[in-house]
Structures are given as structure tokens and as C-alpha cells.
């Protein structure tokens, strides 16, 4: 859905956006992760034709961004982080003026509209003032007006910022929801728990530089060179535990966490896993939890950025 080739952005000596390549198949929901500076609105002001790259190419599903941007802007919905909303106008209106600015036929509006409303959640309020909306209902309504085209990839600059926790929540609900209906989606983010369990893909960038990009599990599976196991049980000494476990080969790092829970790193296959299992048993430690720890996509920014500074 998108193909980003050479991507680069110059402000006279400044260089914002550095040669950065990048894939994103459809139908998927890719996070696009940073501090502040990182490049990433700049990244995505040139993905949907707002800003002339200093060099590089912009394909969407097929179109070259800046050799026919009028057929690529009918396939992108765009919402920057700060968006002018008409506060004098009803949340209807506002789609309805939005629909008119997509060019949409003024036969197919009006249920555009009502269809539109409903898939934000706001269809109670479709008479209302926008000045009279939370900020929450504010964002889905920006939402809304991205997506009445029914484009095939939306960008989201930094949406959940200034959101509180629930409206957090139905923001990425309403975007899994999106993406169900055939919609790739990229989202900025660098607040990273609101990426967590949502996005399958991810792109990490650092001072103008894509560091790392691809499926969560891909990018985890390169930064990580062992399993992180953890392990609770019942009753049983903690010297115990660490005495059966260092029999294994493929255990190392084992780390206490209180008396009755541990982790440790290893390096093995779930076979294995399964005998050090029995074996912890067999010594009468009575386990009530034991697996894998995942990694958060927090943990994966840490980890690599980590590396490139180092």
C-alpha cells in the first residue's frame, strides 16, 4: 500500500528525513515510533503530498505521489496532530463540508454522512456544535473527516495526544475497527503504550533515520539473541530453584523476583523448556505460572535506540 524509496528531506544544512526505504503491505495497522524531531511528521507530510521530498519516490497503492498526485490523494486520508475544527458548525455540517472538499457526488453525501457518524460513534450528536464536543469526540471527529472518501490508507499524525485514558481507548477501537473494513493505517506515536497490542508493524526512527521497520515479531526476533522465561511458584526455597535451573545448559541470568517468582534468560527450544519444566517439578517446586515474557514495543525502542547511541 505504500512504498517509500530514498526518502529525504533537506532544510538547508538540517537534514530531516535521511534516505529512508520503506514497505507497508495492506491492511496493516504500522506504528511509526520517535522522540520529538525524530522526522516523523515530516515523513508523513511527504507520504500524503503536503511536502516535496529533496529527493526519493512515494508510491501509493501503485501511484507515484508527485508524478499524479490528484489520483494518489483519492486513496490517502490525512489528520495532523493539530487540526482546525469549525466550531460553529454541527458535527454533520462539518462532514458534509469535507465530503463537498473530497469532491464526493452530492447524490451519495448525505448518507456518506449518516454512515460516517456512525462509524465514529457520534450519530447523537450529529446536531450538535462542535464547540460543545470533548476534545475525544473533537479527534474522532477529525477521524471522520479523513476517512468520508473511504481512502485505502490513512495517516495519523500523533493522534492520542492530549486524549485522556478512555477516549484513548475508543480512539483504538475505532481504528482497529478501520483497518477491519479494509483500511491500512500508519500512526504516529512517542507515546509508546498507546502503540502496545495494537499496531502489527512497526518503524522506529531516530534524528531523520529509520533505525528499524517490519512486523513487531521480525524486528523482536533481530534485537533478541535469547528468551526471557519467567517462572512463580507456591512454595519452595529460592536456592532451590536456582540450584535445579543451573543444571541446563540454556539457562543463564537467573534473576529473583521476591521469594517465589524468577526470570531467567535462555537459549533453547521448547522441547527443552518442557524437561527443565518436569525437572523443577520432579525437585518439588510448586509451579503455578511459567512462559515467555514479551517484549513491548517500549522495550524494543529502548533496545535499539540503546544500540545506535552506543
Given at each position: 500500500m505504500i512504498q517509500v524509496t530514498g526518502l529525504r528531506k533537506e532544510y538547508d544544512e538540517l537534514v530531516a528525513v535521511e534516505n529512508v526505504d520503506l514497505t507497508i503491505p495492506p491492511g496493516e495497522?504500522?506504528?511509526?515510533?520517535g522522540?520529538?524531531?525524530?522526522?516523523?511528521?515530516?515523513?508523513i507530510r511527504m507520504m500524503c503530498g503536503?511536502?516535496?521530498?529533496?529527493?526519493?519516490?512515494?508510491?501509493i497503492d501503485g501511484v507515484d505521489m508527485y508524478q499524479a498526485p490528484e489520483q494518489a490523494f483519492r486513496n490517502v486520508g490525512y489528520l495532523s496532530d493539530f487540526f482546525s475544527v469549525y466550531e460553529d458548525l454541527t458535527a454533520w455540517e462539518y462532514l458534509d463540508y469535507f465530503a463537498h472538499a473530497y469532491k464526493l457526488p452530492g447524490e451519495?453525501?448525505?448518507?456518506?454522512?449518516?454512515e460516517t457518524l456512525h462509524q465514529i460513534g457520534l450519530e447523537v450528536k450529529r446536531n450538535e456544535l462542535i464547540k460543545g464536543l470533548s476534545r475525544g469526540m473533537k479527534q474522532r471527529l477529525g477521524i471522520g473527516r479523513s476517512i468520508i472518501h473511504r481512502p485505502k490508507l490513512l495517516l495519523l499524525d500523533e493522534p492520542a495526544s492530549g486524549l485522556d485514558p478512555k477516549a484513548r481507548v475508543e480512539l483504538r477501537n475505532l481504528l482497529l475497527a478501520i483497518r477491519d473494513q479494509g483500511t491500512t493505517i500508519l500512526v504516529s506515536s512517542h507515546i509508546l503504550p498507546d502503540l502496545e497490542?495494537?499496531?502489527s508493524m512497526i518503524g522506529i526512527m531516530e534524528k531523520g533515520r529509520m533505525l528499524r521497520s517490519g512486523s513487531i515479531a521480525s524486528v523482536s526476533a533481530a534485537e533478541t539473541q535469547h528468551r526471557?522465561?519467567?517462572?512463580?511458584w507456591l512454595q519452595a526455597p529460592i536456592d532451590k530453584v536456582r540450584e535445579t535451573l543451573a543444571r541446563f545448559e540454556s539457562v543463564a541470568g537467573v534473576v529473583a523476583q521476591g521469594t517465589t517468582q524468577a526470570v531467567f534468560e535462555y537459549k533453547g527450544d521448547d522441547?527443552?523448556?518442557?524437561?527443565?519444566?518436569s525437572g523443577l517439578v520432579r525437585e518439588g517446586v510448586d509451579l503455578v505460572n511459567f512462559g515467555d515474557v514479551k517484549q513491548t514495543v517500549e522495550d524494543?525502542?529502548?533496545?535499539?535506540s540503546q544500540h545506535e547511541v552506543n
Open positions: 495497522i504500522f506504528g511509526l515510533i522522540p520529538n524531531g525524530a522526522g516523523k511528521t515530516t515523513m503536503l511536502l516535496r521530498p529533496t529527493a526519493g519516490k512515494v508510491n451519495v453525501i448525505p448518507q456518506r454522512v449518516d497490542g495494537f499496531c526471557t522465561v519467567q517462572l512463580r522441547a527443552q523448556l518442557a524437561v527443565i519444566v524494543l525502542y529502548m533496545k535499539i
